[in-house]
């Protein structure tokens, strides 16, 4: 396990968001402090995700190619890009990202003041992906198309030390177009892919409205409820790299001396909270960006 390639841009990284857009994600939730679906509270979520990456890239000169950033939503039998048209392409590098939002909109945001109240603020946001929540969970074909995507992306690096592309999935479901065992197939597929720094890294995200305790980055599957689903989703889930130990650790209140090659990279009955942290640390590899 290594995944301490240096991000240039010459060897960038790829970033796949996976969601799921079936019908239970029309389910309530909250967001922000107010009342939200699922949908609207992850597209929220992902939209400030991207700026957050489009904002590490920004040099004097504009922004760096560091990032190849795709967003996959599936539901019914369809699997298709999130982000805009540009070129036949589903991955966009920052600068195309930032240059063709879909919307501008306003965001109100709680912040606590020094005195410990809080108020309210409205900020002006970009908007790349919308909300959809509608018929069944085509999980599988999800997984077959993020894998062509990033054989087609591995290839293209071929023989070089790029850091590997990673993938956060985002579901609130079990797969309605295939078997446990086909979905971790699928999954395993994905995951077989890789550079010369290392293999794909999947992340699974279970998202949840109920009060239930979550389970963040288990290091067993005796961590989480006996549910074959959560059973299948820690499976799946690739061990976390050493890069990311003071975050997980600062999350879970594990030992940051250890490594945390054992941990999975999930989470089971995540609220919207816990979802915004596992994608920050998805993605935390502002060190290797040079």
Known sequence: MSYLARITQECPTAVVLLVDQSGSMSEPTRWNGRAATKAEAVAAAINALLAELIARTRRDGGYQPYYDMAVLGYSGSEVRSLLPKVGDRYFLRPEELADNPVAMCDVQRLRTLPDGRRVATVVRERVWVQPAAEWNTPMVAAFGEVWKLLRTWCAEYKGKPCYPPTVIHITDGEATDGTLHEVKAAAERLCSLGTMDGNVLLMNVHISATEAEPVLF??????LPEERYARLLFDISSPMPDLYRDEIAWLTGRPSGSAVGAVRGMAYRANMT?????????????????
């Open 274 to 290: 816990d979802l915004v942290r596992m994608m920050n640390i998805g993605t935390a590899t502002s060190d290797l960006l040079i």
């Open 218 to 223: 288990p290091a067993a599957a005796e961590e």
